[in-house]
């Protein structure tokens, strides 16, 4: 058994060594469908992130009139609002923890030649569920408007309507380009692996006569394979890891270590189901065709 699993690792190296030209050029390709497929499992995890249903997407931000600047008129418009329905919670952010939000977002130095503060008081206000769709959520900021003390009040509008309108169609453009991309490196591996073997005719002529297995005959093939498209998947995690350093840099709020160890993961596992499938299939049509 250990002869034989030392035989078929050596066939699998030594066909990715019989053509060097194939090979590069079978890794070259698997690594631009690798890359091009990290960042379309990227987009996708992204897209389906993106829905009026955050908790944080349908956020009003409603601002107090400077009149209303005494504790008894903030608790007044606190209870106001507090009776409209719709409303999850009611957050009071004051001027000086609006000033503070404001230096950690930007850069302090833009207010630190001013007097005074010039940031409102503001409630932060979470609606419930049925009120963060686009139109719902219009609804209930016009109710926030008409409450006495409230000067200016503003939500997530051009977010909340982009995911409505677009949302679908780009997840329905992802899946086909996903599936374009899994029948191109299908296509791929099984070009490989069929020159492969058709370079080495005799040598699975020779199995066959020797009275090998189909199992056994493949196994080389589908090893082969196997390597090809891990080594071409590392090209996608080196794009993966790239596109998570930019993430991070433009966008640092932005949680992608969870995800991006889960792209390394499915990409790794995509491509080698696919070399493996494709492989065996490729490989099996190939032992019974020349059968005779």
Not at 10 to 25: D, H, I, Q, V
Not at 186 to 210: G, H, Q, T
Not at 223 to 228: A, V
Request: with cysteine; glycine share 6%; aromatic share 12%.
């Amino acid at each position: 058994m250990r002869y034989q699993l030392a035989y078929l690792v050596k066939e699998a190296f030594r066909g990715l060594f019989y053509s060097p030209f194939l090979t590069a050029t079978s890794f070259l390709t698997i690594g631009i469908c690798a890359a091009v497929l990290s960042v379309l499992l990227l987009g996708m995890q992204m897209a389906l992130s993106l829905t009026p249903e955050r908790p944080e997407a349908g956020i009003i931000q409603a601002y107090l009139k400077d009149s209303y600047s005494s504790p008894d008129s903030i608790q007044s418009v606190e209870k106001n609002l507090a009776r409209l329905s719709g409303i999850d919670s009611i957050h009071f952010i004051s001027k000086d923890s609006a000033l503070s939000e404001f230096k950690q977002d930007f850069d302090s130095e833009m207010v630190s030649f001013l007097d005074a503060n010039p940031l409102p008081a503001s409630f932060r206000i979470l609606p419930a569920q049925e009120y963060q769709g686009a139109s719902t959520n219009k609804v209930l900021l016009n109710r926030v408007l008409r409450i006495p003390g409230i000067e200016e009040a503003s939500n997530n509008a051009m977010y909340l309507a982009w995911i409505e309108q677009w949302r679908v169609p780009s997840l329905l453009v992802a899946v086909f380009l996903f599936f374009f991309i899994v029948g191109s490196m299908a296509v791929i591996v099984r070009n490989a692996v069929k020159l492969s073997l058709y370079a080495r005719k005799s040598l699975v002529d020779n199995m066959k006569y020797c009275g090998a297995s189909e199992a056994f005959i493949t196994a080389p093939f589908l090893m082969e394979s196997l390597l090809l498209a891990l080594a071409g998947s590392s090209v996608g995690a080196i794009t993966a890891w790239g596109l998570k350093q930019i993430c991070s840099l433009l966008l640092p709020g932005l949680a992608l270590s969870g995800v991006w160890k889960w792209n390394l993961f499915l990409l790794f596992a995509i491509t080698s189901f696919i070399a493996c499938v494709t492989s065996f299939r490729t490989v099996r049509q190939f032992i019974r065709e020349t059968r005779g």
